[in-house]
């Protein structure tokens, strides 16, 4: 028997990265050992997550909002960044969920569209873990058309704006100190940057989630909640929380990769260790075949990843890209994750080993972020010119 190869070290992909690429993985996967990899599968059972906790610890070494520059944000590339992802993503999707909705959607949109006074008051903060910020788009009756959404800000005479409705499904809600809600008003679409302690504001969590139970999901609901004139971001449109989406999804075209990393790593140790028939499962053609296809995705998902993060560090990545990434990465990853089930046989739907918990959590990635539907009409419309959406 020969010595097996690492499904990532089939192609040598190591050698894409420099040495501080290679720092910013290896230190994040040393956190996610220590700190996720021994509880996650505690948190999934019991669907709570210590989030403020894990936001310190992923703060202490500049995981929140890395890829920004100034106000306390490291100011890294968007390959380490992605790196970063991909390391939390193996340990568990809620995790790097925590992390994405922080810096890419709530930080990002502050520092992108937010006054000086508004950077100052969260993003240093924000970077360190001490503020945990959420993302409200999505609405109990707007999803993949946020468009439709209903909330509603009004402003007043007094120059105070008054927001009221709900928003769905919304990562770190509950935990949340920081709220980007974006509503509907009669010059179009506004973000607000909302302190979750204002009068008037609550964040129920969702229950009976059976993926990314590791990550805390909650409604918003506003009612009546005054803000200052000074609490609106600086841009108009849907073209404000589109943007902060395409920084989101690109952290889950490199994650994906880390929870379909994890599912293969796992089930080739278990292979080759799992007797039946007298030999090890991992020694049947049938099973090769399994490993074989699953490395060739993971190092084409990988290698798209790369390609991309180059791309935007270059400032030259497209949002078209960005769907092909996302579409790709998260369709392989949960085709790993559920052939890799297989191969644990009885123990793959057990959280003694983390892959039903990854194909549990890959539904959601599926979803988020715009669906995979969504995200084929989007390279459907970059290829023909035609958009398919209505
Ligand atoms: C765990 C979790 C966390 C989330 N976190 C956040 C968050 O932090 N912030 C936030 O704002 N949102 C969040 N979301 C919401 C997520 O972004 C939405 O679920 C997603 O955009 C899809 O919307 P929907 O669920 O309403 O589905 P719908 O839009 O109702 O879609 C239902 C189905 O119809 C398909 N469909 C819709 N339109 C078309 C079309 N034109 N052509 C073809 N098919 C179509 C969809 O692809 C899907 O298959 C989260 C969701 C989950 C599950």
């Known amino acids: 028997m020969s010595d097996p190869v690492h499904p ?5 992909l190591d050698g894409l990265l420099d040495d501080d690429e290679r720092a910013i993985r290896e230190s994040t996967r040393r956190l996610v050992d220590d700190a996720v990899r021994p509880y996650v599968a505690e948190w999934f059972e019991r669907g709570e997550v210590p989030a403020r906790e894990l936001a310190k610890e992923f703060g202490s070494l500049g995981l929140l909002g890395m890829h920004l520059e100034g106000y306390g944000c490291a100011g890294l590339s968007a390959v380490s960044y992605g790196l970063a992802c991909l390391e939390l993503e193996a340990g568990d999707s809620g995790v790097r969920s925590l992390v994405s909705v922080q810096g890419s959607l ?3 949109a502050i520092w992108r569209f937010g006054s000086e006074d508004q950077k100052l008051e969260w993003l240093p903060r924000m970077a360190t873990g001490d503020a945990i910020g959420c993302f409200g788009l999505t609405e109990p009756d707007s999803g993949s058309d946020p468009g439709s959404m209903r909330l509603r800000a009004r402003r007043d005479p007094g120059g105070d704006w008054v927001l009221d409705g709900t928003k769905m499904w919304i990562t770190n809600g509950s935990v949340a100190d920081v709220a980007v ?4 008003t009669d010059a179009g679409v506004r973000g607000f940057v909302v302190p979750t302690s204002a009068p008037g504001f609550s964040a129920p969590e969702v ?7 590791a990550s805390v999901t909650s ?3 506003l009612e009546g909640v005054r803000l200052p004139g000074s609490a609106v971001l600086d841009v108009v449109g849907l073209r404000g929380p589109l943007a902060c989406l395409n920084e989101a999804r690109f952290g889950i075209v490199y994650g994906a990769v880390g929870a379909a990393r994890d599912c293969l790593e796992s089930t080739i140790s278990y292979a080759v260790e799992r007797e039946q028939f007298g030999r090890p499962v991992a020694g049947f053609q049938l099973t090769q075949r399994k490993l074989a296809d699953m490395a060739l995705e993971l190092d084409k998902a990988y290698l798209l ?6 791309l935007k560090d270059a400032g030259s990545l497209r949002p078209e890209m960005v769907s092909v990434g996302k579409l790709n990465n998260v369709r392989e990853a949960l ?3 559920r052939e890799c089930r297989t191969v644990l046989g009885a123990n793959g739907i057990s959280l003694e080993y983390p892959v039903i918990r990854h194909a549990a959590n890959l539904e959601s990635v599926l979803t988020y972020e715009g669906t995979s539907e969504v995200h084929t009409l989007v390279v459907g419309k970059a290829l023909t010119g035609l958009d398919a959406f209505r």
């Open 335 to 337: 085709a790993i994750a």
């Open 305 to 310: 990843a790369m390609h991309l993060g180059r």
């Open 8 to 12: 990532l070290d089939l192609l040598a």
């Open 207 to 213: 229950g009976r989630k059976l993926s990314l139970r």
């Open 106 to 108: 709530a930080m990002y």
């Open 219 to 221: 409604e918003l609901v």
């Open 181 to 184: 809600v974006w509503a509907a």
